[in-house]
């Protein structure tokens, strides 16, 4: 089964669902990240997580354009286990207060582009969370009267992590496409019934093409979920990738940085169609991003904003589908956001997003909104190709008749190698 977290129509859904999101367009560069592991983007969770009744708080960083200071609050909810806000109540799920103000911010300084810093940690220091699960974050402006005030939201989940679960790669149990495709299969150590359990499989951060599992049997002591269509994933390719850390000459895959009207340009080198490609092993972030530069000490807040320009040559535009730069650097979505456009004049596909210093990694995904469930997006533009090493993350959700929400037994990442 297939989720699309933006309409969950596979769940059965039809509420509100968290997203991650910006909601006002002065709003850039958002990263959160767990205080104990750091924001290293090769480690990094698609969703950040906290482990119930361990050390560590949420770290939330981002930048908001112009030089004015706002005072702006933040809020927790509770979720279910399809990222629905449920009614718990904030007694229910933590201790201390599930709201607050963000009193942490700095300016930037030698900048071209000025902007205000806002740092947080979650939850407060005098609290803690009691109960597992997914949560989401709202961060609002108090002064934003007359309108909703939402700056942006973000999804993060607290895990009890004391349930054992074991989750490999092989290759598909029906042997098809096992050069391209990766098979996902899960076994929980645990005594609940299966149908207390709810199993879903995320491949890099991509919502697309997330994974509900099925019951398939028991393992020894453990409910397995394996050798289903549905643990199939399409392998995709290697992770594109660029760094403007250096204005003053051109990283890798820049073509050149440019000055117009006090702005900066970062053109990147044309992308190609990689789908009839060997595969290419290498390391990168897959589909993460970092802050960066070389010639100064803060990159919080000397990084600057710079326009960088994609641009994918062909000679005539798809007919009936579309081109999304699709990584941390669009939240993982496939909207007119990350949409590239078709220009005639120079037969390209091009798109210009606005960005803060550092290194990005992103995939070219095709979309015509006529898939069948198991259709592949990589293979229009990257091919896929059952070496790559995806970073597959498995959730283990538990709901009996006994508990009062959706508990978030586990989480499990890891990276697939063949």
């Known amino acids: 089964m297939t989720i699309v977290l933006a309409v969950v129509a596979s769940w059965g859904v039809s509420a509100r669902v968290a997203v991650d999101s910006i909601w006002r367009k002065d709003v850039r560069t958002v990263v959160m990240f767990n205080s104990t592991t750091g924001d290293n983007p090769q480690k990094a969770l698609p969703v950040p997580m906290l482990t119930l009744g361990a050390r560590g708080r949420l770290v939330v960083e981002f930048d908001v354009?112009?030089?004015?200071?706002?005072?702006?609050?933040?809020?927790?909810?509770?979720?279910?286990?399809?990222?629905?806000?449920?009614?718990?109540?904030?007694?229910?799920?933590?201790?201390?207060?599930?709201?607050?103000?963000?009193?942490?911010?700095?300016?930037?300084?030698?900048?071209?582009?000025?902007?205000?810093?806002?740092?947080?940690?979650?939850?407060?220091?005098?609290?803690?969370?009691?109960?597992?699960?997914?949560y989401e974050l709202t961060i609002s402006s108090e002064e934003d009267l007359g309108k909703s005030g939402v700056l942006l939201t973000r999804r993060f989940c607290v895990s009890e992590q004391k349930t054992t679960v074991r989750a490999t790669n092989t290759r598909p149990y029906d042997g098809i496409g096992v050069g391209r495709r990766q098979e996902v299969d899960v076994a929980v150590a645990t005594d609940q019934r299966p149908e207390y359990l709810t199993v879903a499989v995320q491949q890099n951060g991509r919502l697309d093409n997330m994974r509900l599992l099925e019951f398939s049997g028991y393992e020894g002591q453990a409910v397995l979920f394996a050798n289903r269509q549905c643990n199939i994933f399409d392998g995709g390719n290697t992770f594109r990738y660029f760094d403007c850390s250096n204005l003053r000459g051109t990283g890798y895959n820049v073509s050149s940085v440019e000055n117009y009207g006090g702005e900066q340009f970062v053109v990147l080198n044309p992308e190609d169609d990689r789908s009839r490609k060997h595969y290419l092993n290498e390391t990168v972030l897959n589909g993460g991003m970092k802050v960066n530069i070389w010639d100064r000490e803060n990159p919080r807040l000397e990084a600057d904003y710079v326009w960088v320009n994609f641009s994918l040559p062909m000679q005539q535009p798809y007919m009936d589908g579309n081109v999304h730069v699709v990584g941390a650097i669009t939240d993982w979505k496939m909207d007119s956001t990350s949409m590239m456009q078709y220009n005639p004049t120079i037969k390209a596909y091009t798109l210009r997003l606005f960005l803060k210093q550092g290194y990005y990694s992103y995939q070219l995904l095709y979309a015509n909104g006529q898939y069948s469930q198991w259709e592949s997006k990589t293979a229009q533009l990257e091919g896929d190709h059952s070496e790559t090493s995806n970073r597959y993350t498995v959730y283990v959700y538990q709901h009996t008749p006994a508990d009062r929400g959706d508990r978030l037994l586990a989480v499990k990442s890891f990276i697939a190698i063949r």
């Open 65 to 134: 354009m112009g030089t004015r200071s706002e005072r702006l609050h933040w809020s927790i909810r509770h979720c279910d286990r399809c990222w629905v806000p449920d009614d718990l109540q904030p007694e229910e799920f933590m201790t201390g207060f599930a709201e607050g103000t963000i009193e942490d911010f700095e300016f930037s300084f030698t900048t071209t582009v000025e902007y205000v810093h806002y740092r947080c940690l979650l939850p407060d220091r005098y609290a803690a969370f009691t109960h597992s699960g997914n």
